[in-house]
């Protein structure tokens, strides 16, 4: 059951009852977990957790110490999810602003106010006080900024889901973002960019976002660290604390926001919790940023070029990428599907096939290739990647509750509401003039062209 509903202030909201994982496995009285998730004591995954009491840590110890081995156990999904995902509820809410509305004098803005408002609220005032009341009781949280929209997400057991949802509102309520915490968290914001740096997908992003107009937010430094966010501020006599507010009075409004719940509670207390809870958001009536009409962002001679990067790790890649108009409003259709399908298939006759025969570093060392696409409001890019590695096929497994708000919560801010489960995955019409023109006979002329 997902029924829809939008508050008073704005606030678009998808409430997920989920009774399907109420089967008795694992389940104690009245729904309530007996036994405590694999998942206790783990904290969030990017930085942004913060350490509990010395009270709260002595009673964790030893799920502490299991959670130590959490790294190794990686390439095992299935073993992280048998004995959490069945007792976990979970939200997320997306707003629509990310990096593209930094000022161009503060670079990571976006980026730093994700950080800032975990450092506690007018109603919690302790400092990451609700990543702790989550370490506590089994969940964990993440959030990401992104080029038009910032993620927030969390979960955690059952019992505990009102009293967090409660204390993760008040993010988007009431934040404290007091003046003495601005240098702590530049520095987290700075070690997490310090981490990055030496990635080989984050060296190519960076690369990438060169290669645009100048003046378009693509070429932004969306990341941010000390020298943006601390040392030119402070040489410029910049007030970023005046800023950072000023940025989340601005951009964090009821009306830029979509939410989804998803628990074993019935839909209807559900809905009183949300309504209760996050009715104290605030709308500031202001439009949401729009970007469209900065189109053709890498129409330059700079993008046109072949690029040869030396790679920290040691691997072997080709990635050819091209930009499009966007394609948001083909979503129906999903155009760009059908040539990652074509490019991306394996088979007898496929380019793949062929580059496999003609290429014998790709047969030798069983090279794969990927498609893909990632789109926003002025652009779209989709790029095939070939890759002379020896790596097999991923297995898919069931989504996790707080996998799953997180997509639908993105969802909820690009399709209307009855594509908001499947808008993203399902291919709803065909049409040739979006495709392309069709040809008599495909199958025939695709292997006289490779042949």
Partial sequence: MFPYIELSNGLRVLL???????????????GEDKVETEEEGKGEEDGDSGEGSEEEEEENKEEEQDSDFDELDEDNPEKKKKGSSEKQAAAALCISVGSFSDPDDLPGLAHFLE??????????????????????????DNASTDCERTIFQFDVQKKYFREALDRWAQFFICPLMIEDAIDREVEAVDSEYQLARPSDSHRKEMLFGSLAKPGHPMGKFCWGNAQTLKHDPKEKQINTYQRLRDF????????YMTLTVQSKETLDTLEQWVEEIFIKVPNNGEPRADFAHLLQPFDTPAFNKLYRVIPVRKVHALTISWAVPPQGKHYRVKPLHYISWLIGHEGTGSILSLLRKKCWALALFGGNSETGFDQNSTYSIF????TLTNQGYQNFYETDPIEFVENICENMQMFPKEDFLTGDLLMFDFDPQ??????????QNRHESLE
Avoid: C
Avoid at 16 to 30: A, Q, Y
Avoid at 118 to 125: D, L, T, V
Avoid at 130 to 140: Q, V
């Fill in 16 to 30: 997920i009852s989920d009774f399907s994982r109420t089967d008795g496995k694992g389940g104690g009285e009245n």
């Fill in 115 to 140: 950080h800032m408002v975990f450092m506690g609220s007018e109603k919690y005032p302790a400092e990451n006080g609700f990543d702790a009341f989550l370490k506590k009781h089994g969940g964990s």
């Fill in 248 to 255: 989340w009075k601005r951009y964090y409004s009821a009306h």
């Fill in 383 to 386: 790029s095939i990647s070939i």
């Fill in 434 to 443: 979006v495709t392309g023109p069709q040809d008599p006979d495909p199958i």
